[in-house]
């Protein structure tokens, strides 16, 4: 006889089988490559204009003042990061040429990073932009449905972003928040770059879902971490299961006895 979770876990294994049977344009995973590649487009092409903004710019002395002076392209990371946060989400073509010069070094080198690193990304993005945790903790405590019901709520497919430029959803893998699966992140571009913020909402079910993004766009500030009530932070739901007395010392040997 089955526990209820082993259960669950392993209806939930049938349908990874099931989704990895299927040829992609059977389903809406986008598969790596979509990650990989650049088509030119009319706003993310080499020839648009990008550079850092004057307060931007004093940030990218105070970043590279971190690096010896020649070993500048240690600096990629926080300046892409600096890049993305400017440009509203997202790296254009530009933005990453801009960092290339920079830290003087060939426009691939920095096109490498960008494209390993999924919090970076090279597409618009809404300005609260939904990362579902699609990796196996978080599947199996159901973030297929949790994507499903932001896609239906928004009425967009993954990496669409909505029509009024609000939100869009994307996915990223483990975000160390297992214990509190399924989560997802909400990064969040509403205040620019200075008051951006990467939000965690865990315990997350498809009705809260809904209605944090709901909350979002009234201006509202959903409170981050365990959505669900009867858990403290990550401790167990309806309180502790262990240690609920003085914990028993250990036993300590009189070495002068010995
Ligand atoms: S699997 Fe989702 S946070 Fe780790």
Same mark, same amino acid.
């Given at each position: 006889?089955?526990?209820?979770?082993?259960?669950?876990?392993?209806?939930?294994?049938l349908?990874?089988r099931?989704?990895?049977?299927q040829?992609?344009s059977?389903?809406?995973?986008?598969?790596?490559?979509?990650?990989?590649y650049h088509?030119?487009?009319?706003?993310?092409?080499?020839?648009?204009p990008?550079?850092?903004?004057?307060?931007?710019?004093?940030?990218?002395?105070?970043?590279?003042?971190?690096?010896?002076?020649?070993y500048?392209?240690?600096a990629?990371i926080?300046l892409?990061?600096l890049?993305q946060?400017q440009?509203?989400?997202?790296?254009?073509?530009s933005?990453m040429?801009?960092?290339?010069?920079?830290?003087e070094?060939?426009?691939?080198r920095v096109?490498?990073v960008?494209t390993?690193?999924?919090?970076?990304?090279?597409?618009?993005?809404?300005?609260?932009?939904?990362?579902?945790?699609?990796?196996?903790?978080?599947m199996?405590?159901?973030s297929?449905?949790?994507?499903?019901?932001?896609l239906?709520?928004? *009425?967009?497919?993954?990496?669409?972003?909505?029509?009024?430029?609000?939100?869009?959803v994307g996915?990223?893998?483990?975000?160390g928040?297992?214990?509190?699966?399924?989560?997802?992140t909400v990064?969040?571009?509403?205040?620019?770059?200075?008051?951006?913020?990467?939000?965690?909402?865990? !315990?997350?079910t498809?009705?809260r879902?809904?209605?944090?993004?709901?909350?979002?766009?009234?201006g509202?500030?959903?409170?981050?971490?365990?959505?669900?009530?009867?858990?403290?932070?990550?401790?167990?739901? *309806?309180?502790?299961?262990?240690?609920?007395?003085?914990p028993?010392?250990?036993p300590?040997? !009189?070495? !002068?006895?010995?």
């Amino acid at each position: 006889m089955f526990a209820p979770a082993a259960r669950l876990a392993s209806k939930r294994l049938l349908e990874i089988r099931q989704i990895f049977r299927q040829s992609p344009s059977q389903t809406s995973r986008s598969f790596s490559t979509a990650l990989n590649y650049h088509i030119d487009s009319p706003d993310n092409n080499p020839n648009t204009p990008w550079d850092f903004s004057d307060t931007n710019k004093e940030k990218v002395k105070d970043i590279l003042s971190h690096y010896p002076s020649n070993y500048k392209q240690s600096a990629v990371i926080p300046l892409l990061d600096l890049a993305q946060q400017q440009h509203g989400g997202w790296l254009t073509v530009s933005a990453m040429n801009a960092v290339a010069k920079i830290i003087e070094v060939a426009p691939i080198r920095v096109f490498e990073v960008a494209t390993f690193y999924s919090m970076f990304n090279r597409a618009k993005v809404g300005t609260y932009h939904l990362l579902v945790c699609g990796t196996t903790p978080c599947m199996i405590r159901g973030s297929r449905e949790i994507e499903d019901a932001l896609l239906k709520h928004l *009425g967009v497919k993954r990496g669409e972003v909505t029509k009024d430029g609000m939100f869009s959803v994307g996915e990223m893998e483990c975000m160390g928040s297992c214990v509190n699966a399924p989560m997802i992140t909400v990064a969040d571009y509403s205040k620019g770059s200075e008051g951006y913020t990467y939000n965690y909402y865990e !315990d997350v079910t498809p009705k809260r879902v809904v209605e944090i993004v709901e909350m979002l766009r009234r201006g509202e500030i959903p409170k981050v971490g365990t959505q669900n009530p009867q858990r403290i932070m990550s401790g167990p739901e *309806g309180g502790n299961t262990t240690l609920l007395g003085e914990p028993k010392p250990p036993p300590c040997r !009189d070495l !002068d006895a010995c």
